[in-house]
């Protein structure tokens, strides 16, 4: 028998949070600033937060997809990055809610 959840913490688990990122005028990287980045990444990935991350190939600036427990949470993840600490990067949030067969593609399925 499949276990049963709460509606919100069914659709809790269809959310992940977008951390898009983009460079701050008249800022740049230096190597440090960059390797501070990715322990940081490390640590969510250790945490079990991260979900996948990167830079985008054609336009300056990343995405860091993660898993938090409410956009509070994400915020506070988000403000955490070297890249948002240092002022070389700022961010934009966004709740991701997942369409997929799991959940019917949101219902509509």
Not at 54 to 73: K, Q, R
Not at 93 to 101: G, V
Request: glycine share 8%; proline share 4%; aromatic share 8%.
């Amino acid at each position: 028998m499949k276990k049963s959840m709460s509606k919100s913490a069914e659709n809790q688990t269809f959310i992940k949070y977008v951390i898009l990122l983009s460079m701050n005028p008249g800022k740049s990287f230096n190597e440090e600033l960059i390797r501070s980045h990715v322990a940081y990444l490390r640590d969510l990935q250790s945490m079990g937060k991260l979900v996948m991350c990167g830079p985008f190939a054609d336009v300056p600036g990343g995405m860091v997809i993660i898993e938090a427990e409410n956009l509070e949470e994400a915020k506070a993840l988000a403000e955490r990055d070297p890249f948002i600490k240092s002022g070389t990067e700022n961010y934009e949030l966004r709740a991701w809610e997942i369409s997929c067969e799991e959940n019917n593609h949101l219902g509509m399925g």
